[in-house]
Each structure stands twice: as structure tokens, then as C-alpha cells.
């Protein structure tokens, strides 16, 4: 059984199928899906990074290719390159940062393996719509690839008319990666899961006996006892904390959207609609990797020492010439006052950065 035994000594299940589950568990676990899923495993990992190391275990051989989305989760990249898989990079339209299926499809050969995607998007903050999901699901199934998709941030869609960002599921070539750090609140705790077909089994459980053996039983039973509430409910005296967070992402908007409006960057400037992120365009043109990698830790710099904000480049997501930032950890009452600061520095930062060749730089 999922969270399996509760006595805190000796060794866990390494995994279980869902339908075997105590209902209300695996029902929020996949957040209030309403069916039994045939033919698939779930595995509890130590946070969903180490779900995504078992699966490419499992799938990859050494020099396989993998595919991943611009601008992509570093986590991601690095477990492919240490597990000796080539990561090959799909671009996005910068105007939608989202993906065309044409340029996915060109870039799969006889070494693809799989391709990776993060729905909603870290760190574009944006959910790729149904329509997109379905049509990448039946291009890797024509290709006989795998569809990987990290679901961390499934429960913070603010627009639109699901909560939950769209997923294909049961399906034999689609593998789904869970966690309890984002909605839940538990990212210390380690506790992720993932949902894969059982003809991946044996390898699935290969990785798991010989990475962590299972997710640590403490965390386990402190997740369990998360999971029986559901992170969406709430009342209208009482809204829960993504309903609070939409406002503090709408704050952040107010302030940055007339920063981008009547520059060069103005169509660059994506609003995201899930998770707590903003990718923010700084530069139109690129030069090399060390130059933009360069001017993005000039940029992150400059905003740190000036204007006391801390945002990540781009260069680690694969797309330097972007900064991002996160509005996650600030309440409605204060979210004004780090937008201001984070909309005067990057003000700044148009103003500075480089937009084309002979320009002034910092």
C-alpha cells in the first residue's frame, strides 16, 4: 500500500499500484482525479528529483537523447548529463514561451529516447494548453518515445478554467512526476511520486533499491497525513493559499507590465498564468554561451547590490538574456513593496543591458 507500513522501523514498500491504495491518499496525491488508473505503478521517491534521476534509469542508456523544452528546469539537465544522456534543447517562440510542435518533432532520432516536459512551467510560470499536451503525447507515441512530465506546480493555475494544469493519463508511454514540496508546503520533507506504466517496473525498482531504497518513513507519514486535505479548498472567508498567491502574482504584474510597455522587450514580456514565477527578457540579442552567461551575473549583480532583490539568471534555464523571479514566499501585504523594488531594478536593467551589438553594456 501507498505510505505502506506505520511503524517507523524497518524497510518500506518501494512501491505500490495506485488502485491498491488507501483511497483518499492516492484521490489528493493526484488531486482529485476520480478514476482507478490500470496498468500503472506509483513510487514514492525523496522529492520528485530523485523520481526524475529512477526514470531516467530506467529509460536512457549512455549517449540516448532526451529532449527538453526551452527554458528548461536545471535539476533536469544535470541529472542528464550525469547519467551520460544528451540533452537536446527544443527552442520556444519568446512571444508564448511555449513550443511548436514542429520543432519538437524535428529534432527526435533513432537515439531519442524521450521528451521531457514541465507543466506548468519553472521557471516560465506558463501552462501549456490541452490542445499542445495532446498533440506532444501522440508525437512521442507515433515516435515510440516517452513523455515525461514533471507536475510540480499542477494546483497553481491562476486563469483559465481548471485549477489543475491538463495531463494525459493512462497512457502506455507517458510518465508522470509528482511532489509534496509545492502545494503541500513540504519541501524539506523530500517527498515526491511518480506514476509510470508497469512494463517499466523491474528498472523503476532497480534505481529505487539501489539510489535511496524508499523516501524517508518520517517524511512519509507526515506527507501522509498532508494529503488527506485537499490544498484547493477553501470558503469565502477562508481562501487557500494558491487563491492568495494569484493576488500576490497580479501585484507583481501591475508593477512590471509598464516597465516592458513602448521598449524593444514589450512583446517579450510573457505574463505567466501558474506557479509563482516571473521570466523576465532583459536582452534581445545573444552572443555566445560565456558572454551571456556574463551579462546575466552582471545583471543578477547589479539587482542584488542596488536594489536588494535576488533573482536567478536565465543561463542556468538554458536561456540567458532572462532573469527570474519568484514572488512565492511574500504575503498580499507585502508583495507591493518587493514589486516596486524588483519593477525600479528592472527598469535599471533595460535601460543598462545590452540590446544589440555596440551597444553600451553595464
Known amino acids: 500500500m501507498l505510505w505502506a507500513n506505520t511503524v517507523i522501523r524497518g524497510y518500506d514498500a518501494l512501491c505500490s499500484s495506485p488502485h491498491a491504495t488507501d483511497g483518499r491518499v492516492s484521490e489528493h496525491l493526484l488531486q482529485s482525479e476520480q478514476h482507478v488508473i490500470p496498468r500503472q505503478e506509483l513510487m514514492i521517491t ?33 541529472a542528464l548529463v550525469m547519467t551520460g544522456v544528451i540533452p537536446v534543447l527544443v527552442p520556444i517562440e519568446r512571444e508564448t514561451l511555449q513550443p511548436k510542435l514542429a520543432d519538437i518533432a524535428q529534432r527526435i532520432t533513432p537515439r531519442t529516447t524521450a521528451l521531457v516536459v514541465v507543466n506548468p512551467g519553472n521557471p516560465s510560470g506558463k501552462v501549456f494548453p ?29 486563469q483559465g478554467e481548471s485549477r489543475i494544469a491538463f495531463s494525459p493519463t493512462n497512457v502506455d508511454n507517458v510518465v508522470r512526476i509528482f511532489t509534496a514540496s509545492k502545494a503541500y508546503g513540504l519541501a524539506g520533507w523530500r517527498i515526491g511520486a511518480v506514476l509510470y506504466p508497469k512494463r517499466l517496473s523491474a528498472d523503476m525498482r532497480k534505481a529505487q533499491d539501489t539510489i535511496p531504497t524508499h523516501a524517508c518513513r518520517f517524511s512519509e507519514h507526515v506527507a501522509y497525513e498532508s494529503l488527506l486535505t485537499n490544498p484547493l479548498h477553501e470558503t469565502t472567508a477562508l481562501p487557500c493559499n494558491i487563491t492568495l498567491l494569484g493576488k500576490v502574482r497580479k501585484t507583481f504584474i501591475a508593477f512590471l507590465k509598464p516597465v516592458y510597455e513602448n521598449t524593444p522587450f514589450e512583446g517579450d514580456f510573457v505574463i505567466p498564468d501558474s506557479a509563482f514565477y516571473l521570466f523576465l527578457p532583459y536582452r534581445k540579442t545573444l552572443g555566445n554561451a560565456q558572454d551571456g552567461e556574463r551579462d546575466d551575473m552582471e545583471a543578477v549583480d547589479f539587482l542584488a547590490r542596488k536594489h536588494g532583490v535576488l533573482l536567478v539568471p536565465g543561463f542556468a534555464f538554458g536561456m540567458a538574456g532572462y532573469l527570474r523571479a519568484s514572488y512565492g514566499c511574500f504575503e498580499e501585504d507585502r508583495a507591493s513593496v518587493a514589486a516596486g523594488k524588483l519593477a525600479k531594478g528592472m527598469r535599471e536593467v533595460l535601460q543598462r543591458a545590452k540590446v544589440g551589438e555596440g551597444e553600451e553594456g553595464w
Not at 501522440?138 to 491562476?158: M, N, P, T
Request: proline share 2%; with cysteine.
Open 130 to 158: 490541452k490542445a499542445l499536451m495532446e498533440g506532444m503525447r501522440d508525437l512521442c507515441s507515433r515516435s515510440g518515445i516517452w513523455l515525461i512530465i514533471d507536475e510540480a506546480y499542477r494546483e497553481f493555475v491562476h
Open 46 to 78: 525523496a522529492g520528485a528529483n530523485q523520481a526524475f534521476v529512477n526514470v531516467i534509469l530506467a529509460t536512457c542508456d549512455a549517449r540516448d537523447q532526451v529532449l527538453l523544452i526551452l527554458p528548461y528546469y536545471f535539476s533536469h539537465f544535470n
